[in-house]
């Protein structure tokens, strides 16, 4: 089997090496340097320096929260971020589409939705998910419905600008309440 180097950022090495007040000329033979990066050619090599060292190898994968912030700050960009369809049974509900995310709180999770579906498709609820959500309409008017422990079906109509949440594990859905006018909805699901 061919191996392929394994290239870090050489700052996180040093953190992880200063923990066991060692420097990267203690690691010589197991790795090489350079200005920004340390380099293993094998991942065999990087488990004789764990083992050495007894610093765990995922702690070697782990990054900084802020790796992927600038100043404290990330922003994303229209039409820069990821974007899905979401097809249930054949009827498009959503188009999801992702607002920033970040390493920072990988827990976070904030959407814009277009909303397809109306009262004259079938209704399909989500199966519920992990996560806490609050939900703003943005645009237009949405049907949401959700299942209670018992398994009755709720519904309410929410105009722009309302609001709502919902607790983990509740299945729910957002159709348009106006067949003839899209809507949008803001969801943002956190731990």
């Known amino acids: ?11 996180n090495i040093l953190k992880l090496l200063s923990g066991r007040k060692m420097t990267i000329e203690n690691i010589e ?13 094998s991942m065999d090599s ?10 765990p190898l995922s702690c070697f994968f782990n990054q900084e929260a802020s790796d992927d912030l600038d100043e404290g700050v990330k922003i994303a960009r229209r039409n820069e971020t990821f974007s899905r369809e979401e097809i249930r049974d054949e009827v498009h509900y959503y188009t999801y589409h992702h607002l920033v995310t970040t390493k ?24 519920g998910h992990a996560t806490k959500e ?3 309409v943005s645009k237009g008017s949405v049907r949401v419905q959700w299942l209670d ?25 957002f159709t348009n309440n106006d067949v003839n006018h899209k809507s949008e909805i803001i969801a943002i699901n956190y731990e």
């Open 104 to 127: 920072a709180d990988p827990g976070l999770m904030a959407l814009r939705l277009d909303l397809h579906s109306n009262e004259t498709q079938p209704l399909r609820l989500n199966g």
């Open 134 to 136: 609050v939900v703003y």
């Open 46 to 55: 990087l488990q004789k320096l764990s083992d050495m060292t007894s610093i």
């Open 29 to 41: 033979g197991f790795a090489t340097s350079s200005e920004e990066k340390v380099i293993f050619d």
């Open 149 to 173: 422990d018992m398994k009755n079906l709720h519904e309410e109509i929410l105009n722009e600008g309302d609001s709502i949440f919902i607790t983990p594990d509740v299945p729910h859905s």
């Open 1 to 11: 089997m061919k191996n392929f180097d394994i290239s870090f950022n050489k700052e």
